[in-house]
């Protein structure tokens, strides 16, 4: 008996004293982190360390849980020589390299080849000779001049048509004067529709504006497609015409000027047998000059220029071209000159000379404007002029 009554008074003693501690411990504070000071902000409650309160009996413990910790910045973030950087500047030229004949010449490596800005070697940075994608536009004066040719001219687009290959995609222009310059068809691969465009031709009176067609016709095809992830098109115009421009908007200084903004190839087929040889006094023959304007376009920009003397001509007109197009250099070089200051610079590429002794000559366009400091890459338009959103149309008002 007596050590029931001992068990009993332990028990009583221990549950009295367990109550006391309960209560006391409701009493206290419960938080017992000391106070943050007030210069610093207030931790939000998920930061906050928990509450360290002793269990109910018979409950399991609290998960704490921790102050997060920052995520560190990677050092890289943090040094700026570390950071990848795109170099947007490099300039990129689409080069032929031929023989004495005209012919192309296909196995040029890359180190065989110089770039000059400016007659300073420039630095190659990437150099390609694989296929790549053409775009191109197809523009064709249908004004009375050509009415005799435009059959044949028709047959030769079809022929340059016909030999599209998987992702070369082709617009259709037929110009007259400043108010007629026509897409016929817009950029497309579909080579059907092509013919059917081609089809549609049809010869119209009017002042022929050939400086107008070619800087907007040239102008599409620089935008088409511009800026895509992996953009590594070659981009050409093929012109069709007698080379006489009668009343353009646009003067050739501001064509000249535009096309050294874009990395467009122009290639020409003049019919110039049936103008006036006959020069005045101050002036030259409409022949003259417009021999003159199409030789430019072509070599300004890295084309080519042709002059049918006949009809039977433009079969192969039109393989020579499509050859030309396919069988080019891609070189990109990285430009010493820095300066955003807008000014010309005359581009120059050679090619070693083989020990044979066969002559190689590399045609690229002669030259780029630098960009400006503050200034996008397009010459602004004269708010006198109208272009309706394909871009290849030009009207006075």
Known sequence: MAVLVVCCLFV??????????????QDRPRNTQPPTPASSPSPTPAQRPVDRVAPTLGEPPPVPRLKPTPTPTPPEVLDPDSIVRVNTDLVQLHVRVIDRNNRPINDVPQNAFRVFEDGAPQPIENFSREEVPISYGLAVDTSGSLRSQLQSVIDAGKSIIGANKPGDETFLVRFISSDKIETVQDFTDNKDLLIDGLDSFYVEGGQTAVIDAVYLSAEHVSQYKKGNDGDRR????????????????????????????????????????????????????????????????????????????????????????????????????????????????????????????????????????????????????????????????????
């Open 12 to 25: 009583a003693v221990a549950l009295f004293g367990s109550g006391v501690s309960a209560a006391s411990s």
């Open 234 to 397: 070659r981009r050409a115009l093929i012109v069709i015409t007698d080379g006489e421009d009668r009343n353009s908007f646009y003067k050739q200084e501001q064509l000249f000027a535009r096309l050294r903004e874009e990395d467009v190839q122009i290639f020409v087929i003049g019919f110039v047998n049936e103008l006036d040889k006959e020069a005045g006094l101050i002036r030259k023959s409409p022949r003259e000059k417009a021999v003159q304007l199409i030789n430019k376009l072509a070599t300004e920009t890295g084309g080519r220029a042709f002059f049918p003397e006949s009809l039977s001509d433009l079969p192969q007109i039109a393989n020579e071209i499509i050859r030309d197009l396919r069988t080019q250099y891609v070189i990109a070089y990285n430009p010493t000159n820095k300066d955003q200051d807008g000014t010309y610079r005359a581009i120059k590429v050679t090619v070693d000379q083989p020990a044979t002794g066969e002559k190689r000559i590399a045609l690229t366009r002669n030259g780029r404007l630098a960009r400006k400091e503050g200034q996008g890459g397009n010459t602004p338009k004269p708010p006198s002029v109208r272009l309706p959103a394909t871009g290849t149309s030009t009207r006075k008002p």
